[in-house]
T-cell receptor
Framework: EAGVTQFPSHSVIEKGQTVTLRCDPI?????LYWYRRVMGKEIKFLLH????????ESGMPNNRFLAERTGGTYSTLKVQPAELEDSGVYFC?????????????FGPGTRLTVL | DAKTTQPTSMDCAEGRAANLPCNHS???????VYWYRQIHSQGPQYIIH???NNETNEMASLIITEDRKSSTLILPHATLRDTAVYYC??????????FGTGTRLKVLA
């Protein structure tokens, strides 16, 4: 069974540019999450989808970040315009539907560098 | 903020048991203890979780104290590949994990 995949693995962009990160969850997982780690900090929750609906986006830092999950399958996280402080590793995770205690499976992450 | 406290780092000799402690004194009755690890810069990897009973799987054992205010993750025979940052997470089922700083475990040859 394929795990959570993320694309690209690395992205280097200039300040002010736009970047779109993609996450493909494990097939059949209705729950999809985005987290990120910025340099020297803990991994922080960004948002949670159930199928195509946003359930909790309390961790989104500002309106430069837009997450979508059209059709309830893969998800994208767009940063527009990117700022220096957006640099970090962005992780996606997915879990089965049902009780919230199902473990989350994480992807390998996308390392974003904003110059 | 994370509801857990873990030592910053630990060393363990290869082949020996690694015992990683976690304090969660404010844990509520419906909150589980989850353990994940992150090897290098890979994504966090699920290890084990429990509510109040001790748990064991092919990777590790989880010992939770009777008052549930602390727990210990046990890797019975640590290998070099177990070198990683280990996170203890108190999870209430609200879907989002709150990560702390974790314990950096170094397994020594």
């Amino acid at each position: 069974e394929a795990g959570v995949t993320q694309f690209p693995s690395h992205s280097v962009i200039e300040k002010g540019q736009t970047v779109t990160l993609r996450c493909d969850p494990i097939s059949g997982h209705d729950n999809l999450y985005w987290y990120r780690r910025v340099m020297g900090k803990e991994i922080k929750f960004l948002l949670h989808f159930v199928k195509e609906s946003k359930q909790d986006e309390s961790g989104m830092p500002n309106n430069r970040f837009l997450a979508e999950r059209t059709g309830g399958t893969y998800s994208t996280l767009k940063v527009q315009p990117a700022e220096l402080e957006d640099s970090g590793v962005y992780f996606c995770a997915s879990s089965q539907s049902g009780a919230g205690y199902n473990e989350q499976f994480f992807g390998p992450g996308t390392r974003l560098t904003v110059l | 903020d994370a509801k857990t406290t873990q030592p910053t780092s630990m060393d363990c000799a290869e082949g020996r048991a690694a015992n990683l402690p976690c304090n969660h004194s404010t844990i509520s009755g419906n909150e589980y203890v989850y353990w994940y690890r992150q090897i290098h810069s890979q994504g966090p990897q699920y290890i084990i979780h429990g509510l109040k009973n001790n748990e064991t799987n092919e990777m590790a054992s989880l010992i939770i104290t009777e008052d549930r205010k602390s727990s210990t993750l046990i890797l019975p025979h640590a290998t070099l590949r177990d070198t990683a940052v280990y996170y203890c997470i108190v999870f209430s089922g609200t879907y989002k994990y709150i990560f702390g700083t974790g314990t950096r475990l170094k397994v020594l040859a």
